[in-house]
């Protein structure tokens, strides 16, 4: 190539906007630009290249920032320089990056498409890996936005839409001010050419006046602060016109009305020097009390900090001051671009980045039920900020749908749309048919299958079974049932609630208590907060065995002679020493066969003649039957350290169907619980078939939880408690 083409890169690392980068690299770049063929492949004319990086170096960014634009640029030095780039896994990841978001822009162009799209994901998705990509982006959009005068007026058109649905709105969300203004002017002076022409007018023909009016208040404000003892930077502030008409449009004022057309910025030294300097300038002129903004105590979403205030100035004109810190300022105009060298899950970081690294994971969350409202695209406002992990799944034609770590593809239908989430009945995932409570990771591809009609199932709503991790779609859910009639949802509450006590041999109990203790005025209230959800039946179960516990009579000290003494064999001692019984220690206690209970459920211990004590559940019919002939033998018993887990008697009732088996031991082994014994008995002429199982679980949650699983499978249609 001669020596001609390659003349703006030679200058520009010559200049100062270039000295981030080594002075090897830079020689290395040189000698392979008058080597090679630099300009093979280049996206942009040299002007838009050299403006790129020019803007990145008023940015402060770093040297592997500026290499991995310029290699963008000229692509034809990348095999020249593959020694050095072998060596910097940093370059290589930011040209990932960008190489990502340029399908993106290509997707926008062939279709228009400002919203969610497989394009869009992997640029997230290398956002989130490497941040700095952003910036280079936003820069070169810029440099081909300030060149966009030369193009077609359809291509120009089509780059100010581009601009506008996702560079500006990246830019805001990252507080960058320095990129931000210039990329939102732009974009509406080609989608808005007479609207932008108009306001440019009317601030041109009134400019000579508010920049001697801006010019006098300036001097007035430094000499007031000087004499206070506050060192101040003073200037007046440029407005920009795409944030002119959008106040215009959003207070519905004339251009002469708005309050902030003459506007000064005071930086100072610290926090309190900046309400120092607010006293004053209320002090010298009138404030507007409905004008005033703290965003230092109150920072906006994406972390800017300043004073706002209006004031009536000289002449009875309005005039916006704006008083922040000179790191404030900074901050404002480079945004996280001041966070160059920070690197995700390095030490580098803050925690006011770390919430910039969870906007930009929000930047998907759709704002309508089958996804971003029409025309708002990624420039609406993303006010709500997320604390939690999130995961990015597709939809089969590569829509990005996010959801909170843990969540299914149940939550996935529903953040869809609230109809897709009612009416599913299956999905695959990857290709592969999976449960409605398989838990999805980023890049899943999940299908949803629907019903032509249908409805969503109490059952989703149940903790336990794991349907949902999100919030949202749960409340979709309750929201459906809330708009049922009382009489269906008292119903399918009692359902819901007699099948867990059923299953837990619980079904005899007192509810009335239940009512009070759940703040509902009657049962009936009882049964439709668990229909909606509010309430879960497992959360009913714990509280009748509390109930039970706390009911139990407290056994009379003079029986404590007659219980007879545990033999000290330390094999015996590990295996019973389970229980305490109130008053006394070193007693022999056993597990009654007839109920068999469970760490967590209430308990009370009987004494035998010669066998010490056998541990009951609280409504054991065998021990109801003990105590109305004996009452002074039954004794309060407490669960004392686990260890070992306990077997207790399950029944299940299904279709005899091919690996019905097979489905259950794997979900007990999942839970990790352990199956001791099993029998199967065919019942004759039905086509079901009757297991019982001796599992050992350590607790009662854990036998309520899998009991509501195993009763969850197909073809199961009943799995309880036995005894």
């Not at 990329?183 to 023909?205: C, G, S, V, W």
């Not at 094999?571 to 056993?590: A, D, H, I």
């Not at 004590?613 to 004794?635: D, E, K, Y």
């Not at 299904?654 to 097979?662: E, H």
Request: overall charge positive; proline content about 5%; hydrophobic content about 40%.
């Amino acid at each position: 190539m001669n020596a001609p083409s390659t003349a703006p890169l030679q200058t520009w690392l010559q200049s100062r906007s270039a000295e981030a980068l080594s002075p090897s690299m830079r020689a290395a770049i040189a000698d392979a630009a008058t080597a090679g063929d630099a300009t093979a492949g280049m996206p942009d004319p040299w002007p838009v290249l050299i403006d790129t990086l020019e803007a990145l170096a008023g940015l402060s960014a770093e040297a592997d920032v500026l290499l991995a634009a310029l290699l963008f640029g000229l692509p034809g030095l990348q095999p020249a320089l593959k020694a050095q780039l072998a060596k910097n896994t940093g370059v290589t990841g930011l040209l990932d990056g960008q190489n990502a978001a340029a399908q993106v822009w290509a997707l926008h162009a062939e279709r228009e498409i400002a919203g969610n799209n497989e394009g869009l994901r992997r640029l997230l998705l290398a956002i989130v890996n490497d941040l700095r990509v952003v910036p280079i982006l936003l820069a070169r959009q810029l440099a081909r936005m300030r060149a966009a005068g030369k193009l077609p007026a359809a291509e120009r058109r089509l780059l100010a839409q581009l601009t506008r649905d996702i560079h500006a709105p990246l830019a805001n969300r990252l507080g960058i001010w320095q990129l931000k203004w210039e990329l939102e002017d732009l974009a509406f002076r080609y989608l808005e050419p007479e609207t932008y022409r108009q306001i440019a007018q009317q601030l041109d023909e009134k400019r000579t006046g508010r920049e001697r009016y801006i010019a006098a208040v300036t001097t007035t404000l430094r000499e007031t602060l000087g004499e206070h003892g506050i060192a101040a930077d003073i200037s007046g502030r440029p407005k920009h016109i795409y944030s002119i008409w959008r106040k215009m449009q959003k207070k519905q004022l004339a251009m002469e009305e708005l309050y902030d057309l003459r506007a000064v910025r005071v930086a100072v030294d610290d926090v309190g020097a900046c309400y120092a300097a607010l006293g004053l300038v209320h002090a010298l002129w009138l404030p507007i009390p409905s004008e005033f903004d703290d965003y230092i105590a109150r920072p906006k979403p994406n972390d800017y900090r300043s004073l706002h205030t209006a004031v009536i100035g000289p002449e009875g004109r309005t005039l916006e001051v704006q008083i922040r810190t000179h790191e404030m300022h900074a901050q404002a105009e480079l945004g996280v671009a001041a966070h160059w060298r920070y690197k995700e899950g390095g030490k580098g970081g803050d925690k006011a980045f770390d919430r910039k690294i969870a906007w930009m994971r929000q930047l998907l969350e759709p704002s309508g039920e089958g996804g971003r409202e029409e025309g708002v695209g990624l420039a609406g406002e993303l006010d709500a900020q997320l604390a939690e992990e999130r995961i990015y799944t597709l939809t089969p034609k590569g829509e990005v749908i996010d959801l909170p770590q843990g969540g299914t593809v149940l939550d996935f239908a529903y953040h869809v749309h609230t109809m897709v989430g009612h009416r599913t009945r299956g999905a695959k995932v990857n290709g592969r048919i999976v449960p409605l409570s398989h838990q999805l990771r980023s890049g899943d591809r999940v299908e949803i299958m629907t019903a032509k009609t249908g409805e969503p199932r109490r059952d989703w709503l149940l903790a336990s079974n794991a349907f949902l991790a999100s919030g949202r779609a749960r409340d979709k859910v309750r929201a459906w049932f809330h708009k049922l009639d009382r009489a269906r949802n008292v119903q399918a509450g009692r359902e819901v609630l007699e099948r867990e006590l059923k299953r837990l041999g619980l079904h005899h109990a007192d509810l009335a208590p239940m009512a009070k203790k759940f703040h509902a005025e009657s049962i009936d209230d009882l049964y439709i907060q668990i229909a909606l959800g509010d309430v879960g039946p497992s959360q009913i179960g714990r509280a009748l065995h509390e109930e039970q516990r706390a009911a139990s009579e407290p056994a009379p000290a003079a029986l404590a002679r007659h219980l007879p003494k545990r033999p000290p064999t330390p094999s015996r001692s590990n295996s019973r020493s389970k229980f305490t019984v109130q008053g006394v220690g070193n007693l022999l206690v056993q597990l009654a066969r007839c109920c068999q209970p469970v760490p967590g459920e209430a308990i009370a211990g009987y004494l035998t003649r010669g066998r010490g004590i056998t541990v009951h559940r609280a409504n054991c019919a065998s021990l109801l039957r003990l105590a109305a002939a004996s009452p002074q033998r039954v004794l309060p018993v407490e669960w004392g350290v686990a260890g070992g887990g306990y077997e207790v008697d399950v029944q299940i009732r299904a279709l005899d169907r091919k690996s019905l088996l097979k489905d259950i031991t794997t979900l007990i082994a999942q839970e990790d619980a352990n199956v001791t014994d099993i029998q199967s008995d065919n019942v004759r002429g039905s086509g079901h078939v009757l297991l019982r199982l001796r599992l050992k679980v350590t607790d009662y949650g854990q036998l309520s939880t899998l009991l509501g699983k195993l009763d969850a499978l197909p073809g199961v249609e009943e799995a309880r408690r036995s005894g």
